[in-house]
């Protein structure tokens, strides 16, 4: 069955591309009209799920908006925050400055930019993204490996960036906080010509402060800048660069130790941290892109896109674990062992992506497909500065936790030496077409073949070199019932190649596997409100779970689990009125190993999100709103220190209200958490406390 299905796929997506080539040779180019680059602005269609020009409510999977001003109202200035305000999302911000983006149970490996796929890897995010370069972030649940070429039943994290706009527009703003927080932005947009066809803008903000954390301190400075304009009747061109740099003094690696040796758990201060005055993690993330898009016909575009990206970090670190033969803290909070380390690495992705689409008359109707190809290359190095055994920091005595930020030497550091090489390479060809087959009901199909090589040296030494391909198809239906409800299903394949070792240290195979997904979406109000009900299962063979330490390497080792996951989401959102706007989402789930036992028990079964923000219709330039997140119990077994760590159920809340002082001018108080509810933040791998009750006050100038 799996077989016809892709033929069916392949087949359907090669008629829809073949079916308007014979229009292109054809074409006349006399009655070409010319294409404005002022309207191409204006185009925010989502393409984050298929590819396709498909509105939200039309696409068969579910998709969470964040927006611009979303962000701006609740002062979520980085991209932890901002993903916080989605349905359905998990931000395991495990680490001071590591996350992981969880969806339905999974590990988001996969992000996207402007709709163009970029693999991450083992998922992880180091260092806080400022955010305030995207127009929108888009979440979308489920498999999506249409369009990444790889990917695992959780979804794709769709970041779009601001461009210019049609007129002349911009502001500046400050904002002042808890913990001697600063930060200032900049957002201006301005046509070069007269007739708009060139245009550019410039996205700036710097942000310092201090933490509820003993001894943390951050620095980040984000630029983005990017021009659009028009070459001859036909071209457009866009070209953006984007630079961050983000400091942190103090930093955790690894988190607290919760476990005491009899397997009770610890409870400490929010302000409690294992470092040492001495760590630091600095981060410098940079981007560029290009895009030309041509106009073959009215109807048909081809688009040719270049990004470029790299990564850098330097950094010292301290870890606390305790004995591995009789692990856990004494009951005077004694036991603890340190562990310095340095792991400087470099990263540098490049990806050329051409796609072809647009429309196509068959049959009596007007139906969309897309056909592209795709190359991306990466190259990673991760070195070491090593610290002699012998040296004092790691023979020194820890007292007990909470202790302060002195109590350990920093560490002579030896020469810095290269640790591990990673090449990466992925080739790609992907296809899909949508097929109006009646007024009612629409068919999606897609291919996506990918080729995925990876070489170097990991850690420890020894050479790697290793070639995988595969083949996935995805399908998709919609049916309109009635103007304003629609039900869906689709279908893909899972396919992720795996970061992870096993007990010898080889790479695990890749996980695969099958999503499915059911659902109903609804248009109220003049379609000014969209709801969402949908049911999900995905099985995915041989997925990486941490399996122990390997007693001979010291080094962690992973095994192939198979796992179901199953549920069902709810979301609304949109504004039922003028002076409202509405989101709520809600998530339960199962997972599950194949003998029916619950598995990743520090993943949460049941999520609720909502996000309200609304005017005065007597006094609209007051705004004010609110935003909260619940999330049931979770509890997990720390492997490293023994014991069985618990977070019982949560639910924390955001306010903000902001004044329209004059037509240009605006403040706007922003107040996070403020039950004050305390509770670990994470236990994904490690843990700390969360943030406690904090505010804001923002002042800022729009013209």
Do not use: C
């Amino acid at each position: 069955m799996r077989s016809r299905l892709m033929g069916s796929v392949a087949a359907l997506a090669v008629a829809g591309v073949a079916i308007p080539a014979q229009g292109l040779l054809a074409a006349d180019d006399n009655v070409l009209e010319a294409v404005l680059v002022t309207a191409k602005r204006a185009d925010r269609v989502s393409k984050g799920a298929t590819g396709l020009d498909l509105d939200i409510v039309e696409t068969p999977q579910s998709i969470s908006v964040v927006t611009a001003d979303q962000m701006e109202r609740f002062g979520a200035d980085n991209i932890n925050d901002a993903l916080r305000l989605a349905t359905g999302i998990n931000v395991e911000e495990w680490e001071t400055n590591r996350t992981n983006y969880m969806s339905r149970g999974f590990e988001i490996k996969n992000t996207q930019i402007d709709g163009i796929g970029l693999p991450n890897d083992w998922g992880i995010v180091t260092g806080a993204i400022d955010s305030f370069g995207y127009e929108k972030i888009e979440v979308i649940r489920g498999a999506n490996g249409l369009l990444t070429g790889v990917g695992n039943s959780a979804g794709t994290i769709n970041y779009v960036r601001k461009r210019p706009t049609n007129d002349t527009q911009g502001g500046v703003s400050a904002t002042i906080g808890s913990w001697d927080t600063r930060r200032i932005e900049a957002d201006y947009s301005t046509p070069f010509t007269e007739s708009g066809s060139w245009a550019g803008r410039i996205v700036a903000a710097a942000e310092e402060g201090d933490s509820w954390l003993r001894g943390k301190h951050n620095e980040r400075t984000y630029f983005y800048g990017v021009v659009d304009g028009q070459i001859g009747e036909r071209g457009t061109l866009t070209v953006g660069y984007s630079h961050q740099k983000a400091d942190t003094d103090g930093n955790m690696w690894g988190a607290l130790v919760f476990s005491y040796k009899d397997g009770t758990q610890a409870e400490f201060p929010r302000s409690s941290s294992t470092t040492q005055d001495w760590t630091y993690w600095n981060t410098e993330h940079q981007t560029a892109f290009a895009e030309f898009t041509y106009a073959l016909t009215d109807a048909w575009d081809a688009k040719l896109t270049y990004n470029y990206r790299s990564y850098d970090d330097v950094s010292q670190l301290f870890y606390v674990l305790t004995n591995w033969e009789d692990p856990g803290l004494n009951p005077d909070n004694t036991g603890l062992l340190p562990w310095p380390g340095s792991w400087p690495t470099e990263d540098e992705s490049n990806l050329i992506d051409l796609t072809l689409n647009g429309d196509f008359d068959a049959w009596g109707r007007t139906h969309e497909a897309i056909l592209g190809l795709s190359y991306s290359r990466s190259q990673g190095t991760q070195f070491t500065r090593p610290v002699l055994d012998s040296d004092p920091a790691w023979a020194a005595i820890l007292p007990a936790f909470p202790y302060a930020g002195d109590v350990v030497p920093e560490p002579v550091w030896q020469p810095t030496i290269v640790d591990s090489t990673m090449n990466q390479r992925l080739k790609r060809a992907y296809g899909a077409t949508r097929l109006e087959l009646s007024d009612r009901l629409t068919a999606i199909g897609g291919f996506n073949w990918a080729e995925y090589h990876r070489e170097g040296m990991p850690s420890g030494g020894g050479r790697f070199d290793q070639t995988e391909s595969e083949l996935s198809p995805y399908a998709g239906v919609t049916y309109r019932i009635t103007d304003s409800l629609l039900a869906y299903a689709s279908y893909s394949d899972i396919y992720q190649p795996q970061d992870q070792d096993d007990f010898d240290g080889n790479y695990l195979d890749p996980s695969k596997g099958v999503n499915y997904e059911v659902g109903v979406k609804a248009d109220w109000f003049e379609k000014r409100l969209l709801t969402t009900l949908a049911l999900f299962t995905a099985e995915q063979e041989n997925l990486a779970t941490y399996g122990g330490t390997n007693p001979e390497t010291q080094q962690y080792y992973y095994v192939g689990m198979d796992v179901e996951s199953k549920g069902i989401e709810v979301e609304a959102t949109g504004r039922p009125n003028e002076y409202v706007d509405l989101v709520f989402g809600f998530t339960a789930l199962k997972l599950e190993d194949p003998q029916g036992a619950e598995i990743y028990t520090w993943v949460p079964r049941r999520t609720l999100n909502f996000s309200l923000a609304s005017k005065l219709p007597s006094f609209p330039e007051l705004q004010f709103g609110l935003n909260g997140r619940w999330q049931s119990d979770i509890w997990t077994v720390d492997s490293t220190n023994g014991g069985v760590i618990r977070q019982d159920s949560y639910a924390t809340l955001n306010a903000f209200a902001a004044w329209d002082i004059t037509a240009n001018a605006y403040v706007r108080v922003n107040a996070d958490n403020i039950t004050d509810e305390k509770y670990i933040g994470s236990l994904y791998q490690v843990g700390f406390y969360a943030a406690p009750a904090n505010y804001s006050v923002t002042v800022g100038y729009k013209f």
